[in-house]
């Protein structure tokens, strides 16, 4: 998902292309801010959303290099985590090694905590400094997981999220469309090629049936925010999910 503004301006999405591209401005080779980045201080927020094994940190990666070939000031950040603190609550929450059992509340308050720090420590200086955020995960995540997935409601914690983030709104975002089944088997190839990766997270790890859930709710935010959400296949290649994103945004 891409968040042009960040502070409740909407832009359009092409603003980011132009921003990019030199049309609008960026950062030269020299690292000189160039365009009308020095004008106009709001840049953008990228934020991605899907399911476990959707390529969100490969499409992450792939984008970050496509940006900065154009010119882009990027900075990759993901949630829970980013700030020193959320990179704690991320462990807490995430690390079955912890052995930590949480209330549906307690683990959505924690998920919440991380984002307050990850925009007042990292998002907000990196705007003012007119870079372009590339995030994974945000919001809708919350909504999906602990909104519909744990069953706390989609009103109540979409309400919650958007006091947590204020005025912190994106206006683009790419949900990685995948079926559950084909995502958790990526993440066992995954598994099977690297035997010293970490073991399946807590979420990870939930039933088939709440992954559907979360799915599904996914889908009915994109139906929710059809200007926001742009729904990509990610069954497909690498390459052509990069496309697709990129045929989006220029
Ligand atoms: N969570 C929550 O509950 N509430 C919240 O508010 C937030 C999060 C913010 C951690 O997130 C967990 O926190 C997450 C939701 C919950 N749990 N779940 N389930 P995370 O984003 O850190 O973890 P994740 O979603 O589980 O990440 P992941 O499993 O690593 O998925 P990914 O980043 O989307 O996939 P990937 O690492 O890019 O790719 C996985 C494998 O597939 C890898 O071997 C790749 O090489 C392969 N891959 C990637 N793209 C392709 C394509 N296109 N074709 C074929 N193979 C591919």
């Known amino acids: 998902m891409f968040a042009v503004g960040g502070f409740g301006t909407a832009h359009s999405v092409g603003e980011i292309a132009d921003r990019c591209e030199g049309g609008g401005g960026g950062i030269d080779a020299a690292g000189e801010a160039r365009g009308n980045f020095l004008e106009e201080p709001a840049v953008a927020v990228g934020i991605l959303e899907g399911g476990e094994g959707a390529g969100k940190s490969t499409l992450i990666a792939n984008l970050r290099n496509e940006l900065i070939a154009r010119g882009c000031d990027v900075i990759v950040t993901r949630e829970p985590g980013g700030s020193k603190l959320g990179d704690h609550i991320r462990n807490c929450l995430l690390n079955p090694e912890f052995g930590i059992s949480f ?148």
């Open 103 to 250: 209330g549906s509340q307690a683990e959505l308050l924690l998920f919440l905590a991380s984002r307050a720090q990850h925009i007042e420590e990292v998002i907000r200086p990196a705007l003012a400094k007119e870079k372009v955020v590339l995030c994974d995960r945000f919001n809708d995540s919350t909504v999906a997981y602990q909104g519909v997935g744990r069953g706390l409601g989609f009103e109540y914690v979409q309400q919650l999220c958007d006091l947590v983030s204020d005025d912190i709104v994106p206006d683009l975002t790419f949900f990685l469309d995948i079926d559950p089944v084909l995502g958790q088997s990526r993440i066992e190839r995954q598994k099977e090629k690297d035997t010293t990766s970490r073991p399946l997270d807590r979420l990870e790890a939930e039933k088939l049936e709440f992954h559907r859930k979360v799915h599904s709710a996914f889908h009915q935010l994109a139906r929710n925010h059809p200007k926001r959400i742009h729904v990509i296949d990610a069954s497909r290649s690498e390459e052509d999910v990069l496309k697709q994103v990129l045929k989006v945004i220029y």
